[in-house]
């Protein structure tokens, strides 16, 4: 079983950063995509920030230009710097994991408990 361990959420005042981060803790899988989702109050989840193993990365056009996405795969680890926040950032950030079972060799989305990002204006 292989859980993901977010942390990094938090209050910041428009045009504050904050830097999440995700760990996958657990034995005998290997990781592929990783990345954040998130859900604001009423609407549904999207996509935020993916990344590859190799580091190739996708980012949401709301998150262009002012979001990084990277990753540690010697620590499982993937960080979502958030830099230029505005409101409507505000949400629930979900890390997800794309997660294979080295024995089986099974593929299953792993997600997060989710971490609260609130941006005052």
């Known amino acids: 079983q292989v859980q993901l361990v977010e942390s990094g959420g938090g209050l910041v005042q428009t045009g504050g950063s904050l830097r999440l981060s995700c760990a996958a803790a657990?034995?005998?899988?290997?990781?592929?995509?990783m990345g954040w989702y998130r859900q604001a109050p009423g609407k549904q989840r999207e996509s935020v920030a993916l990344?590859?193993?190799?580091?190739?990365?996708n980012y949401a056009d709301s998150a262009k230009g002012r979001f990084t996405i990277s990753r540690d795969n010697a620590k499982n680890t993937t960080y979502l710097q958030m830099d230029s926040l505005k409101p409507e950032d505000t949400a629930v950030y979900y890390c997800?994991?794309?997660?294979?079972?080295?024995?089986?060799?099974?593929?299953?989305?792993?997600w997060g408990q989710g971490t609260p990002v609130t941006v005052s204006s």
């Open positions: 997800y994991a794309a997660i294979s079972n080295i024995a089986t060799r099974r593929w299953e989305n792993s």
């Open positions: 657990g034995r005998g899988f290997s990781i592929g995509t």
């Open positions: 990344v590859t193993p190799n580091g190739n990365a």
